[in-house]
């Protein structure tokens, strides 16, 4: 779960804290220079190939405030400099595992609209549960299509993310035709080969019941794809 900055004050030593006092001042200096340039636009302080102090801060983060802390003081950075997509993006493409997991952790605090789905698809294609965790939090469950997360939820499944991660899971799966049905074939398989089915699906197979006196909404028509496999 990710500090407030309160909590953070009153966990970290002094010096991280003066650290993360000069972090913070130096991503709220860059947001209000991007504000006043597109305001009135003149030259960049920073080119193509120059990263904004901030974002190097980023990724110092876990040295200076402790691995504990590092979500938290990544997640408030992004916040303070208003993030940009770009910005977004070349932190999380650029990052490690724990840099990305806090871009995720994030992405549904920042001024960003749908334009970062590519990023939380992107994780949902990796093995790493600590992504595929971060990726379904309230961006995914604001923004992703219904046929995306729908196989956000497998995906859960496959790699034994505890469905408990997904944000919103009992709202979005409530009355999900299709949803119930790729459950029930999932756990048709698992029957089959002999296999347990995990009571994380069928948790998530009985939020798909229609809420009590509301007539089911048919399947939503999703694109021709391969549902995803264990190894996927």
Known sequence: M?????????ELGGAARAW?????????????????????????????CTSPPWELRYAAAGRHCGLEHADSVRSLLLVEARASLPSVTRLYEQGTAAERRAVLLTLHRLDLGDTAVPIVEDALRANDTRLVSAAVGPYAADHLDPHAWRHAVLKCLFTEVPVAAVARLSHRAR???ELARMLGDLAAERTAA????????????????PAEGAQQAPPTAAPAAPAPTEES
């Open 2 to 10: 990710l500090k407030s900055r309160k909590e953070l004050d009153a």
């Open 20 to 48: 993360l006092d000069e972090a913070l001042a130096e991503a709220a200096h860059d947001a209000a220079r991007t504000e006043a340039t597109h305001d009135a636009p003149g030259p960049e302080a920073t080119g193509p």
């Open 175 to 177: 009355g999900d035709a």
């Open 194 to 209: 002999g296999r347990t089915v995990p009571e994380d699906l069928r948790t998530v197979l009985a939020l798909t019941a």
